[in-house]
């Protein structure tokens, strides 16, 4: 996947590209993140970035054509199909990990960060682009929420995780929130790990790790679980943990 980042702010990403995730994707060569910094598209020598909205009004907005000069330099890096293009925005819809996994098969993604108090609206519809919030809360620019989606992204393209680590399993995947997880040492401070997780029964403690999930789902997002048809299985586990948990 190649990843164009359009930003006024390439220094925030200085850092977040060499660790983690996305610095395996991009070592394994599955990942090719580009900053374009929007700044070097300005036609003036003071590079303006943003100007007065009109009508009035406190902020400043970002002005379109630098934007598109950014756009139309990640165009000719790799022409032939559009790049899936994304405003970061909290106007925009949430980002879920269904909809990571959809984003994380595309061979192209352009993202571009929102600044200042928004962005011209004509360069939406100009980039065909699709709006993109992380999350119900306002950001002071879009480069956090980049930085997100591409992390997001990043560990579901095909290769980039093991095989013993593979998404699938994941919280969210299901979707059921991930089971309680402990390492060395068995105790501390007179807490001890759970006694099953020791006895090296592989099929109690896959049982055990099902109950758990299913109890912090219900504990902690029972809206995950709302309308889902669950296993036969499934379902006596969580009768038993509604009886546990006397509720
Ligand atoms: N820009 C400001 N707030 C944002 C959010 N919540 N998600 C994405 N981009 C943003």
């Given at each position: 996947m190649r990843f164009s980042i359009l930003t006024?702010?390439?220094?925030?990403?200085r850092g977040a590209l060499d660790e983690g995730m996305i610095r395996i994707a991009r070592e394994k060569g599955l990942l090719e993140v580009a900053l374009v910094p929007?700044?070097?598209?300005?036609?003036d020598r003071y590079g303006t970035t943003d100007d007065y909205p009109y009508g009035g009004g406190a902020g400043m907005v970002m002005k379109a054509q630098p934007i598109l000069r950014a756009y139309e330099s990640v165009r000719r890096e790799t022409p032939g199909k559009p790049p899936r293009t994304l405003v970061t925005s909290p106007q925009g819809r949430t980002l879920t990990q269904r909809w990571a996994r959809e984003l994380a098969e595309e061979p192209e993604i352009a993202v571009l960060c929102g600044r200042y108090?928004?962005?011209?609206?004509?360069?939406i519809p100009l980039l065909g682009a699709e709006e993109i919030s992380i999350g119900d809360y306002v950001l002071s620019g879009g480069e956090p929420a980049a930085i997100v989606i591409l992390d997001a992204l990043a560990r579901l393209?095909?290769?980039?995780?093991?095989d013993a680590e593979s998404?699938?399993?994941?919280?969210?995947?299901?979707?059921l929130l991930d089971a309680p997880v402990y390492t060395r040492p068995e105790d501390i401070e007179s807490r001890r790990v759970p006694d099953v997780l020791l006895s090296g029964d592989h099929e109690r403690i896959r049982i055990w790790r099902r109950r758990e999930a299913l109890r912090r789902t219900w504990l902690k997002r029972p809206d995950l679980l709302l309308g889902r048809k669950l296993s036969d299985e499934d379902q006596s586990l969580l009768d038993e943990i509604k009886k546990e948990e006397g509720r």
């Amino acid at each position: 996947m190649r990843f164009s980042i359009l930003t006024l702010n390439p220094g925030f990403f200085r850092g977040a590209l060499d660790e983690g995730m996305i610095r395996i994707a991009r070592e394994k060569g599955l990942l090719e993140v580009a900053l374009v910094p929007i700044r070097d598209f300005t036609d003036d020598r003071y590079g303006t970035t943003d100007d007065y909205p009109y009508g009035g009004g406190a902020g400043m907005v970002m002005k379109a054509q630098p934007i598109l000069r950014a756009y139309e330099s990640v165009r000719r890096e790799t022409p032939g199909k559009p790049p899936r293009t994304l405003v970061t925005s909290p106007q925009g819809r949430t980002l879920t990990q269904r909809w990571a996994r959809e984003l994380a098969e595309e061979p192209e993604i352009a993202v571009l960060c929102g600044r200042y108090k928004g962005i011209d609206e004509r360069v939406i519809p100009l980039l065909g682009a699709e709006e993109i919030s992380i999350g119900d809360y306002v950001l002071s620019g879009g480069e956090p929420a980049a930085i997100v989606i591409l992390d997001a992204l990043a560990r579901l393209i095909p290769g980039v995780l093991g095989d013993a680590e593979s998404a699938e399993a994941d919280s969210f995947s299901e979707p059921l929130l991930d089971a309680p997880v402990y390492t060395r040492p068995e105790d501390i401070e007179s807490r001890r790990v759970p006694d099953v997780l020791l006895s090296g029964d592989h099929e109690r403690i896959r049982i055990w790790r099902r109950r758990e999930a299913l109890r912090r789902t219900w504990l902690k997002r029972p809206d995950l679980l709302l309308g889902r048809k669950l296993s036969d299985e499934d379902q006596s586990l969580l009768d038993e943990i509604k009886k546990e948990e006397g509720r």
